[in-house]
């Protein structure tokens, strides 16, 4: 006796697959380059097949149910599977395709970015997506092939290494020091104003460096951008909490209190399934070689002026 399971089709997997990736029928319509209706008619079918429905439709756009979240997973074998044949019938070494990197936006503008030229010269075939978030990237439903983060993301069937580390210090400008004189001890740190983050809208509490470094700091301007409190600390507006690799974007701020420093990890995450990947592989080898390169000279000279 056959059941509607059995005559389960791929290509109506692969077309969920491209909807759970692009959070919509219509971005995946667009990627698939087919109709709406088409994607709406096929992503029906499957759930007929498999018994249940497989996403909500919500504001923020699809999400999972927990049949589409156990649908989304089998899937993602079928197509690893796939793609390990078609590897094994191909070259071996060969690194092509696209892998979605993803990060905080100021590790990713203000260091990875112009290292990343490196990356290109040496995998031309390779397309690399870097992408920001204010928040942690979940490898695990496929929001990104890679997560690099200030800390080590929870969850099951990741692959998680410590792969650096970077320095935190507070920097101000000339015109600032000028005008309210520079901190010679800590202790004179309760005189002055700073610039910092918004409480409440702080998603990772690794972000959270100022108040690391100064307790019950008087915030004279705050942001959920740290590119905005650089800027506005470098107009004379306070003392503001920058990681060492702040110092490419030159904004004449100075290193405050250099002894007063404070220091973070930094992760890289991928899903285990994904690990096999020539193209995956290439940009993990890659953003290792380049943390362990950098580590011991950042440590060495941290803080110096921006």
Not at 59 to 77: D, I, K, Q
Not at 184 to 195: K, N, P, Y
Request: charged residues 25%; hydrophobic residues 45%.
């Amino acid at each position: 006796m056959t059941t509607a399971i059995d005559h389960l089709d791929w290509d109506d997997l692969k077309l969920f697959l491209s909807v759970v990736r692009c959070k919509s029928v219509t971005g995946a319509a667009r990627e698939l380059r087919v109709s709406h209706s088409t994607v709406s008619r096929r992503l029906a079918r499957l759930e007929y097949t498999v018994g249940g429905a497989l996403v909500e439709r919500t504001r923020e756009g699809l999400l999972l149910t927990p049949a589409g979240l156990v649908t989304m997973r089998r899937a993602e074998e079928i197509e690893n599977g796939v793609n390990a044949l078609r590897s094994d019938m191909s070259k071996r070494d060969e690194i092509r395709g696209t892998v979605r990197l993803a990060t905080m936006e100021g590790i990713a503008t203000l260091y990875l970015s112009e290292r990343l030229v490196e990356l290109s010269s040496r995998h031309p075939d390779l397309h690399l997506e870097l992408v920001t978030s204010p928040q942690t990237v979940r490898v695990a439903r496929r929001e990104a092939d890679l997560f690099l983060s200030f800390f080590k993301p929870h969850g099951t069937a990741l692959d998680s290494q410590l792969i650096g580390r970077f320095r935190t210090g507070l920097f101000a400008s000339q015109a600032y020091l000028e005008r309210n004189g520079v901190p010679s001890h800590a202790a004179d740190l309760s005189e002055h104003r700073f610039v910092g983050y918004i409480e409440e809208l702080v998603q990772l509490e690794s972000v959270l460096w100022l108040e690391e470094l100064v307790p019950a700091p008087k915030i004279a301007f705050s942001s959920n951008s740290m590119m905005s409190q650089m800027f506005v600390a470098s107009a004379g507006a306070g003392i503001v909490a920058l990681p060492e690799f702040a110092r490419s974007l030159n904004l004449g701020l100075v290193p405050v209190l250099e002894d007063l420093a404070g220091e973070r990890e930094i992760w890289l995450s991928a899903h285990q399934d994904l690990a096999y990947l020539p193209r995956v592989r290439a940009v993990k080898r890659f953003l290792k070689e380049l943390f362990q390169r950098d580590e011991q000279r950042l440590l060495r000279n941290a803080l110096w002026s921006l």
